[in-house]
């Protein structure tokens, strides 16, 4: 059983900088990747960037060079570090983690998502 809180969304100018945490409680496994999604109103869920449990990386061409996904061991957190925002970054932020047991069962854990608003 995990569970995943974000925190970190704020209104910020355009061209600032925000960094979301994302910290998961209860049994993390080996295998794993983190993700960050992004819902703005009206949009489906978009996928913005994942780390793995080896930390390989990637990330949507829309925030490509602007945001910067990392993890730290110590409490099970990632972080998304977001520079040159833009108001098409306004969006709902959700954190979301996958993982496998050693016997390849997949499980899906959802944070509530916190909000990010870039103004113009």
């Known amino acids: 059983q995990v569970q995943l809180v974000e925190s970190g969304g704020d209104l910020v100018q355009v061209g600032g900088s925000l960094r979301l945490s994302c910290v998961a409680s209860g049994i993390i496994l080996n295998h794993y990747i983190m993700a960050w999604y992004r819902q703005a109103p009206g949009q489906g869920r978009e996928l913005v960037a994942t780390?793995?449990?080896?930390?390989?990386?990637n990330y949507a061409d829309s925030v490509k060079g602007r945001f910067t996904v990392s993890r730290a061991n110590v409490k099970n957190t990632v972080y998304l570090q977001m520079s040159s925002l833009k108001p098409e970054d306004t969006a709902v932020y959700y954190c979301k983690l996958t993982q496998w047991n050693v016997q390849g069962t997949q499980r899906d854990y959802w944070g509530q998502g916190t909000q990010v608003t870039v103004s113009s």
């Open positions: 780390i793995t449990n080896s930390g390989t990386t």
